[in-house]
């Protein structure tokens, strides 16, 4: 038996502009312009983890209000826009406080959910 991948077909998104040259930008623009009206299936999950991953990587310091008015940008609803920015945000502070020695307390002030 041979394994073959059975993938969902994509239509894009109209109307939200040409790819970043940036790495991390794209791989926001890349998800947004592959995601269907909800985030459900596994494929634009996978592409929005890498874009967390490919942002701590490469240390960027965006915050829930920089990713938020990107997806407004490339056309999300502000509520919508609003989740996936804090989806992206505990992302970076799991990856960030992964090790116990880690003094994550001045990054999560910086822009994340506040803590009580």
């Known amino acids: 038996m041979t394994d073959k991948r059975l993938e969902m077909p994509r239509f894009p ?7 970043p040259a ?6 926001l623009w890349q998800f947004a312009h592959l ?4 985030v459900t299936h596994p494929l634009d999950w996978r592409r929005f983890y890498r874009f967390i991953v490919f942002a701590h990587i490469r240390r960027k ?5 920089k990713v938020k008015s990107l997806l407004l940008r490339y056309g999300f609803s502000p509520e919508k826009a609003l989740q996936m920015a ?18 994550y307390s001045g990054w ?6 506040c803590w009580t």
Do not use: F, M, P
């Open 13 to 19: 998104k109209q109307n939200i502009g040409v790819a």
């Open 61 to 65: 310091g965006w915050d829930v209000g």
């Open 86 to 103: 804090e989806i992206y945000w505990h992302g970076r502070c799991v990856l960030r406080i992964r090790k116990k020695w880690s003094d």
């Open 108 to 113: 999560v002030e910086k822009g994340g959910t």
């Open 35 to 38: 995601v269907g009206s909800n």
């Open 22 to 27: 940036d790495t991390v930008e794209h791989a």
